[in-house]
């Protein structure tokens, strides 16, 4: 497995609550993902990054921020959670050479 | 917008070659064709890659037509650990992003 590591794994929260995931990484990865998975829509990304303090957004970028002050952590926010944020959350990393990206196993988020 | 369309979902018989479709028409020039599965719940696994030409690797073939709008993936020999969801993305080169559609659910019977 490539070097990434999501926390938390599993999370519920109560709507309107801030939450926090951070994606780590120790392979020293220019490019890190952040994507949401959900059933019927397959992973549909949310915000990236393409360096240090370097960050865009996907396509659901709504209702999220992101955050990366060092290569080897980034943070996605949610600043007042909702239940249509109830989702997989997937990192992944990548170099820009046109190699794969690594993927995380996931955060379980549950929003009630 | 995931620029790529794949059947729902295909059966295939374990031991027999699995070919999987995809349309990406409007794939340009400079962008890559990536196969992707992912089983059960677990994160997406890359299988292959290409450009225009085929490529073989030691889980798949990746088969381009020549006017680059189509690709399959060939499993070679199925397994049972083979059934997983598998995705075809365009590889936009602005901003290395990797878009995914809803994949095709393959699954391998007995």
């Known amino acids: 497995d490539a070097g990434i590591t999501q926390s938390p794994r599993h999370k519920v929260t109560e709507t309107g609550t801030p939450v926090t995931l951070r994606c780590h990484q120790t392979?020293?990865?220019?490019?890190m993902y952040w994507y949401r998975q959900d059933p019927g829509h397959g992973l549909r990304l949310i915000h990236y990054s393409y360096g240090v303090k370097d960050t865009d957004k996907g396509e659901v970028s709504d209702g999220y921020s992101v955050s990366r002050s060092k290569t080897e952590d980034f943070l996605l926010t949610l600043e007042s959670a909702t239940s249509s944020q109830t989702s997989v959350y997937f990192c992944?990393?990548?170099?820009?050479?046109?190699?794969?990206?690594?993927f995380g196993q996931g955060t379980r988020l549950t929003v009630v | 917008d995931a620029k790529t369309t794949q059947p729902p979902s295909m059966d295939c018989a374990e031991g027999r070659a699995a070919n999987l479709p995809c349309n990406h028409s409007?794939?340009?020039?400079?962008?890559?064709v990536y196969w992707y599965r992912q089983i059960h719940s677990q994160g997406p696994q890359y299988i292959i890659h290409?450009?225009?030409n085929n490529e073989t690797n030691e889980m798949a073939s990746l088969i381009i037509t020549e006017d680059r709008k189509s690709s399959t993936l060939i499993l070679p020999h199925a397994t049972l650990r083979d059934t997983a969801v598998y995705y075809c993305i365009v590889r936009v080169l602005a901003g290395n992003q990797f878009y995914f559609g809803t994949g095709t659910s393959l699954t391998v019977i007995p």
């Open positions: 392979e020293n990865h220019r490019y």
């Open positions: 409007t794939i340009s020039g400079n962008e890559y």
């Open positions: 992944a990393i990548s170099m820009p050479d046109g190699t794969e990206a690594f």
């Open positions: 290409g450009l225009k």
